[in-house]
């Protein structure tokens, strides 16, 4: 369907105030509307003479994601996506930028627009939106709940899905139990999340990535206030969690976790606390540019384990010092740790809360750089064996554990593999 790889559009003054912001991707959850437009309000600042002169539209690729961004007569739009959007969306969000800007704020007074609720203004905007974009497919497995009193309003009483959400049946359950055909419900629930309605439970699949947050800690501490209710609404949940924590090493998925728990605790309990712990931020899900950090760091550690094996660990621990001397990133520097000849690579670290998206991909270039140099750093007189080695053990676990997504722009360490073999000629 048209535009199903966007996953939020923002639209926002020409001085960077977020006038309407909404979601196409409940998975999103990392994309805050004053993060996005504060970024482009300073690439806007750094190349007003670019974008001022080109007219209509600009896009910037971070490799995990691309933002599109199109200017109007008073405000842009910023579409975020994973990948390009063809010709024929972009035209869309043209239309969609046009409309807003004629109509929807046309005699808005300056009072108005800065009172603006962006996340849940301009109802009959957001589904004309929903008309025109695809929306990302819900899951059976998802669980649809309200929001505060939303389904008692008289606009949500009208929907035909909302006598048979109660948060806990699925949409799948909803389905079977209304009666109702596939399409007709998805549609229905995709406008009450759209709205701001509802939200969805089970949304974590089984090849995420979880970590946990400093919010976790308060869970552990007995004296806290939060495990205090907790064992008052779900004290099943509050069990589980400290066995669980103890998994969120920065590189398990949710999948993994499961498996290793489930003879111990019931699927569906294991399912009742991710859900409670993503809804209560204690966990993060990693999103596009924190599962790239995560690729270079495996693939970083991987290729200090093939120089052990080639070399010997003496002169891979030699390689690795010569490198990261050459690096004053912190994020970096700080996640591995160097003790008594011996290395290690932190995957739980909390370095990355609360970054954007543009320093998340800052931080996966230092890593990409990092391990290039580490490969410059390699005594030449085995460095065929080395590619050959390091190219296996990268085809046997990176490719498989990562989708194509993950790996744009990885096939900058090939190229930097293989001028280190050319100079050897």
Not at 230 to 256: C, H, Q, Y
Request: negative net charge; aromatic residues 10%.
């Amino acid at each position: 369907m048209q535009g199903q790889n966007i996953q939020a559009i923002l639209i926002m003054e020409r001085g960077g105030i977020p006038l309407f912001f909404m979601s196409l991707d409940p998975r999103a959850q990392d994309l805050d509307p004053m993060l996005v437009s504060g970024f482009f309000t300073a690439i806007q600042t750094f190349s007003k003479e670019v974008v001022d002169r080109s007219s209509s539209r600009f896009q910037v690729d971070y490799g995990a994601r691309l933002f599109t961004v199109l200017a109007g007569s008073l405000t842009d739009l910023v579409a975020v996506s994973m990948g390009e959007c063809d010709e024929e969306v972009i035209l869309t969000l043209t239309s969609l930028l046009e409309e807003f800007e004629t109509i929807w704020i046309k005699d808005m007074t300056r009072e108005e627009m800065d009172t603006l609720d962006i996340n849940t203004e301009f109802t009959d905007f957001r589904e004309g939106i929903l008309q025109n974009l695809s929306f990302k497919q819900i899951l059976g497995g998802w669980i649809p709940f309200f929001v505060g009193t939303s389904s008692s309003s008289s606009k949500m009483q009208e929907s035909i899905v909302v006598p048979f959400i109660d948060g806990s049946r699925n949409l799948d359950e909803i389905i079977l139990e209304s009666g109702l055909n596939r399409e007709d419900v998805t549609m229905e629930i995709t406008r009450l999340w759209a709205l701001g309605a509802l939200q969805f439970r089970s949304i974590l699949a089984a090849s995420d990535v979880a970590v946990s947050t400093s919010k976790l800690d308060r869970l552990l501490q007995t004296s806290s206030p939060q495990r205090a209710e907790l064992a008052k609404t779900n004290p099943e949940v509050l069990g589980v969690i400290p066995r669980m924590s103890t998994l969120f090493d920065g590189r398990r998925t949710v999948g993994a976790i499961t498996r290793f728990l489930t003879e111990q605790y019931s699927e569906r309990t294991l399912m009742q606390a991710f859900d409670f712990l993503l809804e209560s931020k204690a966990i993060d899900v990693l999103s596009p540019e924190k599962r790239r950090i995560l690729l270079t760091k495996e693939a970083m550690e991987i290729a200090i384990k093939v120089a052990e094996t080639v070399y010997s660990e003496i002169k891979a621990f030699e390689y690795l010092e010569t490198s990261l001397a050459k690096v004053a990133v912190p994020e970096v520097v700080g996640e591995i740790h160097l003790t008594n000849g011996k290395w290690e690579i932190t995957y739980g670290s909390r370095l990355h809360e609360g970054l954007d998206p543009r320093r998340l991909m800052e931080l996966y270039a230092d890593w990409v750089k990092l391990l290039a140099q580490f490969l410059s750093a390699l005594e030449r007189s085995k460095i065929h064996t080395y590619a050959d080695a390091l190219t296996d053990a990268y085809s046997s676990y990176l490719l498989k554990r990562y989708t194509a997504d993950d790996l744009r722009g990885f096939e900058e360490i090939s190229y930097w593999l293989e001028m280190n073999c050319v100079r050897t000629w």
